[in-house]
């Protein structure tokens, strides 16, 4: 079976620093990858999406992730952090075909001055 | 804009008193979810209906139901509720047999008393 591991419970980064949230999966094929980010009290929102092709992919509000099959691991990447990234973030894999996405257990970002 | 819309956004309700979250899309996708998240948790599939055909989970407790009368609606009913099924829960859709990432609704939170 499919999993998703996020070794980071909590991050705190300064604000304007760099940030890489860890996610590594468990999975026989190649996997359709996905991050999604959380506000208190909100929804999820796909931040980027790995399908196949180049394995740096960009997403929205500044973030990348980079895909690496040897490592299983698909971190996301953001060069410099703003107050309002402070969330949630979760990784997660797809089985393509059985429309099911298994999540992580989230990072929590927290971002001081 | 295309969404996912659930109502309502916070939801009381009485130990063993039935419930019902609604959800609703605009997005014509013929996937929908249910996922309940617990504080501090990632979402977990309670289960999904790829257009008419419901999918449970095998770990979904009987206490938890769901309907779809058409393609824009679903509704996830609560027979009894108990105390540790004061949750978020999140409405997602997708379109199946495409690369088409989840779409999330902002999530009703329910309590019960």
């Known amino acids: 079976a499919q999993s998703v591991t996020q070794p980071d419970i909590h991050i705190t980064v300064s604000e304007g620093a760099s940030l890489e949230l860890r996610c590594n999966y468990s999975?026989?094929?190649?996997?359709?990858l996905f991050w999604y980010v959380q506000s208190p009290g909100q929804g999820l929102q796909l931040l980027l999406k790995y399908f196949s092709g180049d394995t740096l992919v960009q997403g929205i509000k500044g973030f990348e992730a980079e895909f690496k099959r040897s490592q299983s691991s698909f971190n996301l990447r953001k060069p410099s952090v703003h107050w309002s990234d402070a969330a949630e973030y979760f990784c997660?894999?797809?089985?393509?075909?059985?429309?099911?996405?298994?999540f992580g257990t989230g990072t929590r970002l927290t971002i001081i001055p | 804009d295309a969404m996912v819309i659930q109502n309502p956004r916070y939801q009381v309700t009485q130990f063993g008193k039935p419930v019902t979250l609604s959800c609703s899309q605009t997005l014509n996708h013929n996937v929908m979810y249910w996922y309940q998240q617990k504080s501090s948790q990632a979402p977990k599939l309670l289960f999904h209906?790829?257009?008419?055909?419901?999918?449970n989970e095998a770990d979904t407790p009987d206490n938890f139901q769901s309907r779809r009368p058409n393609t824009s609606f679903c509704f996830l009913d609560i027979r009894s509720p108990g105390l540790g099924d004061a949750a978020m829960y999140l409405c997602?859709?997708?379109?199946?047999?495409?690369?088409?990432?989840?779409?999330f609704g902002n999530g009703t939170r329910l309590t019960v008393t």
């Open positions: 209906y790829y257009d008419k055909d419901f999918n």
């Open positions: 997602a859709t997708s379109r199946k047999d495409t690369l088409s990432p989840l779409h």
């Open positions: 997660a894999v797809e089985n393509f075909g059985n429309e099911k996405l298994t």
């Open positions: 999975y026989g094929a190649t996997p359709y």
